[in-house]
T-cell receptor
Framework: RKEVEQDPGPFNVPEGATVAFNCTYS??????FFWYRQDCRKEPKLLMS???SGNEDGRFTAQLNRASQYISLLIRDSKLSDSATYLC?????????FGAGTQVVVTP | DAMVIQNPRYQVTQFGKPVTLSCSQT?????MYWYQQKSSQAPKLLFH???????NEADTPDNFQSRRPNTSFCFLDIRSPGLGDAAMYLC??????????????FGPGTRLTVL
């Protein structure tokens, strides 16, 4: 079983709509959680950390559910520039564990 | 201003011909990482340096070696590249924080092609 699992998508989203997707992790002792964004053929970049109480950053909302061992990302009012692969990242066993990513395609 | 720089951005090599990829950073971070990423897959950690301490992942092939001559520079040597080593190689840095792991800053990557 993979440490971090994500639905690969793609999630096709009309511009202005809301999209949400989850990521599950296997290590219940995981300490920190992040969402990274990766554009096609580019490097991953930190989008936001995920806090236990949930947190927002503009149009992006992240939630953590420790009991069920998943984190989620919600994007409101999707923009064309939100098209990317979103990597779920979990800090456990002393290192960052990356998911393979969820692809989001925002269409006009 | 580039903070993590990788050279070259694109590297073509022949099967079995050694290749060296380089990474430099201006962040003065004490941890540097090398990842391999293949299409539609998660970045796979090959090894990392905590200052001068080298940490190899258990499943990293012996074909992959690394050097960190100083804080700013780190090299990835692939001694005998095979067709399966064609991938994007990402260098990253971080400053270990109390929150665990902390943010990693990635370079733009080197895309390796093996002919």
């Amino acid at each position: 079983r993979k440490e971090v699992e994500q639905d690969p998508g793609p999630f096709n989203v009309p511009e202005g709509a809301t999209v949400a997707f989850n990521c599950t992790y296997s290590n219940s002792a995981s300490q920190s959680f992040f969402w990274y964004r990766q554009d096609c053929r580019k490097e991953p970049k930190l989008l936001m950390s995920v806090y236990s109480s949930g947190n927002e950053d503009g149009r992006f909302t992240a939630q953590l559910n420790r009991a069920s061992q998943y984190i989620s990302l919600l994007i409101r009012d999707s923009k064309l520039s939100d098209s990317a692969t979103y990597l779920c990242v979990v800090f456990s066993w002393g290192k960052l564990q990356f998911g393979a990513g969820t692809q989001v395609v925002v269409t006009p | 201003d580039a903070m993590v720089i990788q050279n070259p951005r694109y590297q073509v090599t022949q099967f079995g011909k050694p290749v060296t990829l380089s990474c430099s950073q201006t962040l003065n971070h004490n941890v540097m990482y090398w990842y391999q990423q293949k299409s539609s897959q998660a970045p796979k950690l090959l090894f990392h340096y905590y200052d001068k301490d080298f940490n190899n992942e258990a499943d990293t092939p012996d074909n992959f070696q690394s050097r960190r001559p100083n804080t700013s520079f780190c090299f990835l040597d692939i001694r005998s590249p095979g067709l399966g080593d064609a991938a994007m190689y990402l260098c990253a840095t971080s400053r270990i924080s109390g929150t665990g792991g902390g943010e990693q800053f990635f370079g733009p990557g080197t895309r390796l092609t093996v002919l």
